[in-house]
């Protein structure tokens, strides 16, 4: 059955009724459809634009498709619509178009430095091997490419670029050369630097930037996820680091207790941020709220602009129209104006995925 939904739709800011004929959006009436809100806050459905289905809590792999499915229903029910799985060590493709499923955007694994990543979490290869696996892992994903552009080298006792900055710069030209887009994890000066100045297309959470960096990042249009609950946890890794690593441990607080001050530079430069919560692992499913949050407390962001950041100007980049006529049928409605008072997000009042009423 088409359905019809009433209320003040973002980001027009107008009074608007809009019909879900199936899967689609259309401002024409549909008779007969059933009306599901007629008040209220509309947004075209939300997105958590880093998280992770195929790892589970504790930071090992997924083992079946139903895991993958409990952690995706998780963040429906929250109104998170449409998710873009930063790497996954378990492959699950048939869920991409699975109609109670928010709608994925997937790499394959993450391609990473050997022994130098979590165990059993990447595809890790050295300098030689990294254009041919990143060839590889754009088959295996739907339209990105994930790569772990630095992680602590024991070494050197602190964060260290994962290959030489030619090799980096060759696997971003290699997802390219397939078609994919490219993701980068980095927490480093060094490796995001290499990894901007190459093109790639998101930088994942980016506590080195610098304001080069950013200025640069907005001229190219290079994506940033902050995934702020992630960085939050750097207290405790760089406790537990302490004992061996003293100069890593005091690097990543650093990095911690600057990044708000990154986030805000960059949305005032014009940097075009999304919101991602880094969910799998050590960070639960179900948050892209309390990131919205955050980036709203701590970086300074304007709520509207965490709203087009977690809304409708996430499903733009990640490909999944909005709430615009042909537009896919994803939305939240929300009692109160979240523009007021962002901590509405936490509640909404009616989901709708795919043309199906979900709460």
């Not at 995934?227 to 406790?239: V, Y």
Request: glycine share 10%; proline share 7%; hydrophobic share 45%.
């Amino acid at each position: 059955m088409a359905l019809h939904v009433r209320g003040v739709l973002l980001p027009d800011d107008e009074v608007r009724d809009v019909w879900l004929d199936g899967d689609r959006v259309t401002f024409d009436p549909v008779p007969d459809a059933e009306t599901v809100a007629d008040s209220g806050f509309v947004l075209p459905g939300l997105v958590d634009a880093h998280c992770h289905l195929g790892i589970a809590r504790g930071g090992t792999p997924v083992t079946s498709l139903d895991q993958a499915r409990t952690l995706a229903r998780t963040d429906r029910d929250t109104g998170v619509l449409a998710l873009r799985d930063a790497g996954s060590p378990y492959p699950y493709p048939e869920l991409d178009d699975e109609p109670d499923l928010p709608r994925l955007a997937r790499a394959g694994r993450h391609v990473a430095p050997p022994k130098r990543y979590l165990r059993d979490i990447g595809l890790e290869v050295g300098a030689a091997e990294v254009t041919a696996a990143v060839t590889a892992q754009a088959a295996a994903g739907n339209g990105w490419v994930k790569l772990v552009g630095d992680w602590i080298d024991r070494g050197v006792g602190d964060l260290a670029p994962a290959w030489d900055a030619d090799t980096m710069a060759a696997a971003v030209a290699a997802a390219h050369a397939a078609g994919v887009r490219a993701a980068v994890h980095t927490f480093s000066e060094s490796a995001v630097e290499i990894m901007v100045k190459a093109g790639v297309d998101s930088v994942e959470h980016g506590t080195g930037l610098s304001p080069d960096l950013i200025d640069l990042m907005a001229r190219q249009g290079t994506a940033l996820v902050p995934t702020m609950i992630n960085i939050r946890t750097f207290g405790g890794i760089a406790a537990a680091a302490r004992p061996k690593f003293p100069g890593y441990a005091d690097h990543m607080l650093a990095l911690r207790d600057h990044f708000p001050e990154v986030v805000r530079a960059a949305h005032e430069a014009g940097v075009p941020i999304y919101v991602g919560t880094d969910a799998g692992g050590g960070i639960d499913h179900g948050l892209a709220a309390e990131e919205m949050l955050l980036l709203h407390e701590q970086a300074g962001m304007p709520a509207v602009d965490v709203l087009a950041a977690a809304s409708w100007r996430a499903r733009q980049w990640l490909g999944f129209p909005g709430l615009v006529e042909g537009g896919l049928a994803d939305l939240v409605v929300y009692p109160e104006d979240p523009r007021r008072d962002l901590r509405v997000v936490r509640a909404p009042s009616r989901i709708v995925l795919r043309g199906r009423v979900v709460r």
